[in-house]
């Protein structure tokens, strides 16, 4: 690996830690890396790194996008049909397991979400008890 990329390297890994001196580290960083880091290829392998990070951000930006507005349609639901029961009964699993999915929850250190298929099974689970409700009727 180029005596760049593991600079820009290790600046990523100070981006993504958790420490809380990490802004003066990255300042640090930055500003050394721009110091000794000024020929055409190295201004390429900067400008590429900074590309790829705000592409990096778009895509949290759009899973973020999609995550609201999935919480705004299923806001509604949640109040009328039990989240147990469209667990239990569409995914086979249980109600804490279709929760973390839903609010995003972070488990044992990583977060989860609704895959494409589970927004499928969530839809398909919707529209059938749709159905049931609608197809239901009071004998008097």
């Given amino acids: 690996m180029s005596d760049i990329k593991k600079e820009l390297k290790e600046l990523e890994e100070i981006m993504h830690s958790t420490d809380e001196d990490r802004e003066q580290k990255f ?16 201004n390429e392998a900067i400008y590429n790194f900074t590309l790829n990070g705000y592409k990096q951000i778009n895509n949290e930006l759009e899973n973020m996008t999609r995550y609201l ?11 009328i049909i039990p989240v147990s029961y469209i667990a239990r009964n569409y995914f086979g699993k249980s109600a804490a397991w279709l929760q973390q999915r839903l609010y995003g929850y972070k488990v044992r250190g990583k977060v989860y979400t609704l895959n494409e298929k589970d927004i499928k099974t969530l839809n398909l689970a919707l529209q059938d008890i749709s159905k049931k409700i609608g197809s239901l009727t009071i004998a008097l």
Avoid: G, W
């Avoid at 300042?27 to 190295?42: A, G, N, P, Q």
């Fill in 27 to 42: 300042e640090k960083k930055f500003l050394y890396i721009r110091e000794h880091y000024t020929s055409e290829k190295d």
């Fill in 69 to 79: 507005e999935l919480q705004n349609q299923i806001k509604s639901v949640k109040e």
